[in-house]
């Protein structure tokens, strides 16, 4: 039996700006990174694994520091002499500037550098692994459906990374785009996508596994649930690619809750609090949360929202209110009556009525809470992760 560790998509170095974290907190998503990565190479260790595949975007090439090279270099020096596989992705692409192409990484790791299929025969044990790599954030040419594989009595396993363009999650690019039913060798045990964020397998009329293993840290409010890394086992006895186990592992130490509430029900601020803590259920430690509040709110818990972050503060490591209540024109002349203020509501609720994306929505929306804590002559540095105002 072959054992062998897929993940792919870790995204080191990753900025969270873009989801409204603030750098403290971005800070810690990235130490997180970094600590799940490792214990999945310290599983390749324990368990132990014959081979490591990571299937592209290990880390930003645009974001990488000189620690986190240093950081995969010791970490993959760990674990010699398991070869390790990477197949450069869209975001770690084999260029000349990066990393892969201008450090040196030990004998036991091989790095695929060019957009066509090489493969590499282990010794020690019959297990050939095909792999290509971007050359840019946009490949120079698709290699999907070129793969060719010997029925020789070995396993055969290949690492890429791409989009199966019939499970493209709604938003997500598309880059090396295939499909599986297209592309998949009668003689190939398992293919070790990366690309997309969660955990997904595709079944197609060949009897070779195909899975994403999903990154293993969630990396925005879209990658939501548990996330995985996937230990694979392939037997491989001649003209059986169907002895293939795949078991995924649950390993994130961070949740994503986008929590939509009609905020109307809520008499006191206990009571929304009580909700939340219930929504967050039995999920792992580092909870970052946004809750979108609609229709109606009681003045009560509109007074006391504010607090509603320090309240949650035992259970999550990013709380912030998208109070979306503040839309209904009623409370907008209500608050402000025929006022500057009510003017100010009254624009920011058109454009955020009228906002192109949900980005630049909560953007505005942010916008929104700073501009009327400002009025309200209230400290603004509460509102700056978008949480309070009363
Ligand atoms: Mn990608």
Request: aromatic residues 8%.
């Amino acid at each position: 039996m072959i054992k062998i560790i897929h993940t792919s998509d870790v995204h080191l170095d990753t900025s969270f700006a873009e989801e409204g974290l603030p750098p403290a907190v971005g800070g810690r998503r990235r130490e997180s990174l970094r600590e799940v990565f490792r214990s999945i190479m310290d599983r390749a260790v324990s368990w132990p694994a014959d081979a490591v595949l990571i299937a592209g975007d290990l880390f930003e090439q645009e974001r990488v520091t000189r620690d986190t090279v240093a950081f995969l270099r010791d970490t993959f020096e760990r674990i010699a002499p398991i070869p390790v596989f990477i197949a450069p992705g869209n975001r770690d692409p084999f260029v000349s500037g990066s990393p892969y192409a201008t450090e040196e990484w030990p004998d036991h790791v091989r790095i695929f550098t060019r957009p066509e299929w090489d493969g590499v025969k282990l010794d020690r044990v019959p297990l050939t692994v095909y792999g290509f790599g971007f050359d840019g954030p946009d490949i120079s040419r698709n290699p999907f459906g070129a793969l060719r594989v010997p029925e020789d009595g070995r396993a055969h396993v290949a690492v890429a990374h791409g989009s199966e363009e019939g499970r493209r999650p709604a938003g997500k690019q598309s880059c090396a785009p295939f499909a599986a039913d297209q592309i998949m060798p009668t003689e190939l045990h398992y293919l070790a996508l990366g690309h997309y964020h969660n955990t997904m397998t595709i079944r197609v009329a060949s009897e070779g596994r195909i899975y994403y293993s999903g990154s293993p840290e969630p990396l925005g409010f879209a990658d939501t649930g548990t996330h995985r890394y996937l230990e694979v086992e392939v037997d491989p006895v001649q003209g059986e690619v169907a002895r293939t186990r795949v078991t995924p592992c649950p390993i994130n130490r961070t949740s994503y809750h986008p929590i939509v509430m009609d905020g109307g029900p809520f008499v006191t601020l206990d009571d929304l609090a009580s909700a939340v803590r219930l929504n967050l259920g039995d999920t792992p430690a580092e909870r970052i949360v946004r809750l979108t509040l609609q229709n109606a709110l009681s003045t009560p818990v509109r007074d006391e929202l504010h607090l509603l972050s320090e309240r949650l503060s035992d259970v999550t490591a990013f709380f912030e209110v998208d109070d979306q209540t503040l839309e209904d024109s009623a409370i907008g002349e209500d608050l402000a009556g025929n006022t500057s203020l009510g003017a100010f509501l009254a624009q920011l609720n058109a454009e955020i009525h009228d906002a192109p994306d949900d980005r630049l929505g909560r953007m505005l929306s942010r916008a929104r809470s700073l501009g009327l804590s400002a009025y309200r002559g209230q400290d603004a540095s509460a509102v700056k992760t978008g949480v309070g105002f009363s």
